[in-house]
């Protein structure tokens, strides 16, 4: 699935600082839907380079990390249940930084 990954406030700095993916992300065999729980389990193995606690904390994002999926925030959305489809923007946002 084709997926478009943009990181800001930061985060980017935990993948290289780059800001925008553009990613493939393979289902699992039998699996028909990606939902944003596989999505982050996938970014944590995939792109996330160091630090992997500055972005996750259990299986969803740390809190402080604003998720947005086409622009609509993923609290609306269903969270780590929120289902995704082919050519979707997911975009981290860290609202905690330095000032």
Same mark, same amino acid.
């Given at each position: ?8 406030? !930061?985060? /980017?700095? *935990? ?7 553009? +990613?493939?992300?393979? $289902?699992?065999? !039998?699996? /028909?839907? *990606? ?7 996938? +970014?944590?193995?995939? $792109? ?52």
């Amino acid at each position: 699935m084709q997926l478009t990954l943009e990181f800001g406030g !930061g985060l /980017e700095l *935990l993948c290289n600082s780059v800001k925008i993916h553009n +990613v493939n992300v393979q $289902l699992k065999n !039998g699996v /028909e839907k *990606l939902t944003m729980k596989d999505l982050l389990a996938w +970014v944590r193995t995939n $792109l996330i380079k160091e630090r992997p606690e500055m972005f996750m904390k259990g299986d969803s994002v740390r809190p402080g990390v604003l998720v947005l999926v086409n622009d609509c925030d993923w609290e609306l959305s269903g969270q780590l249940d929120t289902t995704l489809e082919e050519k979707d923007v997911v975009v981290f946002i860290s609202t905690l930084h330095g000032g």
